[in-house]
């Protein structure tokens, strides 16, 4: 059964300093891997899509990489803002309609 | 723009009582989706449809139900049999299977039991 974590839950940083969000999965066998931002009380948006033939992908200042030998993903966000601050979520595609979701990390940029 | 639209943003249910909350989408997308988010949890499958008139129940469809009667459109009803209903529902979608092609979620709504 696939399981997907996110450590750790809550990161406080200071702006401007670059920093790495974590996605573990337990089962190698994925379609995709999805990186969502979610501002309290709102939806969520996709930041990069990552298929399984692919090793990384980039937009703007956030960079994912997917390492599914070792089952590991990780959002990289350089020169981090008060803006960034948000809850991230990744999500596993493993087949059919199945996509596993983490409970995501709680991101604060502080000014 | 294309997008998912959710509505209403906030909803409140009395004991015994039947809700409905709306999802439109006019992304063309074939499949959409319905999930649960409660505090520190990841997101649950609730129910999911592939194509106008069939949908599938996904892991916590109890005391949940759905239609699929336009592409456009994914209604999702919480009934009494809910016994836990108070949560944020998001509505999302994506082209056929979601293989090669990721989500787009709606703004969500939040319910709450009163």
């Known amino acids: 059964k696939q399981e997907v974590t996110q450590i750790p839950a809550a990161l406080s940083v200071p702006e401007g300093e670059n920093l790495v969000l974590n996605c573990s999965f337990t089962?190698?066998?994925?379609?995709?891997l999805q990186w969502f931002r979610q501002d309290p009380g709102k939806g969520l948006t996709s930041l990069l899509l990552?298929?399984?033939?692919?090793r990384e992908q980039t937009s703007g200042r956030l960079n994912a990489s997917l390492d599914k030998s070792s089952g590991r993903s990780t959002l990289y966000i350089a020169a981090s803002q008060p803006g960034d601050s948000a809850t991230y979520l990744c999500?596993?595609?493993?087949?059919?309609?199945?996509?596993?979701f983490g409970a995501g990390t709680r991101l604060f940029v502080k000014a | 723009d294309g997008g998912i639209t959710q509505s209403p943003k906030y909803l409140f249910r009395k004991e015994g009582q039947n809700v409905t909350l709306s999802c439109e989408q006019n992304?063309?997308?074939?499949?959409m989706y319905w999930y649960r988010q409660d505090p520190g949890q990841g997101l649950r499958l609730i129910y999911y449809?592939?194509?106008?008139?069939?949908?599938q129940k996904g892991d916590i469809a109890e005391g949940y139900s759905v239609s699929r009667e336009k592409k456009e459109s994914f209604p999702l009803t919480v009934t009494s049999a809910q016994k836990n209903p108070t949560a944020f529902y998001l509505c999302?979608?994506?082209?056929?299977?979601?293989?090669?092609?990721?989500?787009?979620f709606g703004s969500g709504t939040r319910l709450t039991v009163v």
């Open positions: 999302a979608s994506t082209r056929t299977g979601g293989r090669d092609y990721g989500y787009t």
């Open positions: 089962d190698s066998a994925i379609y995709n």
């Open positions: 990552i298929q399984s033939s692919q």
């Open positions: 999500a596993v595609h493993t087949g059919g309609f199945k996509t596993i």
């Open positions: 992304l063309n997308h074939d499949a």
């Open positions: 449809s592939q194509i106008v008139n069939d949908f």
